[in-house]
């Protein structure tokens, strides 16, 4: 369990500090992309208008 966790320390730090491309965060605890077409389509939108 120790190393998932360093592993997923390590992405987000990685990520949090990238600046060659743009960043979307997606809290994927608060959407449910395969059932809520909502949610997808909101996702969607996002990834569309990102620069």
Do not use: W
Request: aromatic share 12%.
């Amino acid at each position: 369990a120790g190393y998932l966790r360093r592993i997923s320390e390590a992405y987000t730090r990685f990520f949090h500090r990238y600046e060659a491309a743009p960043l979307l965060i997606v809290n994927a605890a608060n959407v449910d992309l395969a059932h809520k077409i909502q949610d997808y389509e909101l996702l969607l939108e996002q990834v569309r208008t990102i620069r």
